[in-house]
C-alpha cells in the first residue's frame, strides 16, 4: 500500500510539472448597479471641494458645503460649529451656531430650542414659555 501511495504522488508531481502553464483568469464582469442607484444623482465627494488646490471660487458651485474657503475646505459660516460667521471663529461648549452667531438655544428668546424658534416672552431651557 506504501508503495502505491508513493507511485501515485510521483506520479502526480510529474503531471503537475509538464502540464502546460496556467492561463491568467478571465477578467471579471463589470459591476452592475442597480436601477435604483443608476437613476440616482449623488453630489460629488467631499475632495471635489478641496479649495487648497483649487481656486476658492468652487465653493460657489451648487451643492458646495459652503461659499468660504477656511483652511482648504469650504464650510458654511452660518451654521458651522468651528467656523461660525467667519474662519477658525469656534462656539462655546454650550453654544450653538444660527446665522453666523453664536447662541445659547437654552436662553436666547431668538433662537428657542433651536434656530429662528422665536418666542414672544421668554425661553427657558430651550422652550419657550416653559413654567420653570
Do not use: W
Not at 508531481?13 to 491568467?24: F, H, V, Y
Amino acid at each position: 500500500m506504501r508503495k502505491a501511495t508513493i507511485f501515485l504522488m510521483a506520479l502526480a508531481a510529474l503531471a503537475l510539472t509538464t502540464a502546460a502553464p496556467l492561463q491568467a483568469p478571465a477578467p471579471a464582469p463589470p459591476l452592475r448597479r442597480s436601477r435604483f442607484l443608476a437613476s440616482a444623482n449623488f453630489p460629488p465627494p467631499a475632495s471635489f471641494y478641496d479649495c487648497s488646490k483649487k481656486p476658492p471660487s468652487i465653493c460657489l458651485e451648487p451643492g458646495s458645503p459652503g461659499a468660504t474657503c477656511c483652511r482648504g475646505t469650504c464650510v458654511d459660516t452660518e451654521h458651522s460649529f468651528q467656523h461660525c460667521g467667519s474662519c477658525n471663529k469656534t462656539c462655546r461648549y454650550t453654544q450653538t451656531c444660527c446665522e453666523g452667531k453664536c447662541v445659547n438655544t437654552f436662553t436666547d428668546k431668538k433662537n428657542c430650542g433651536g434656530c429662528g424658534v422665536r418666542c414672544r416672552t421668554r425661553c427657558t431651557n430651550g422652550y419657550c414659555d416653559y413654567a420653570a
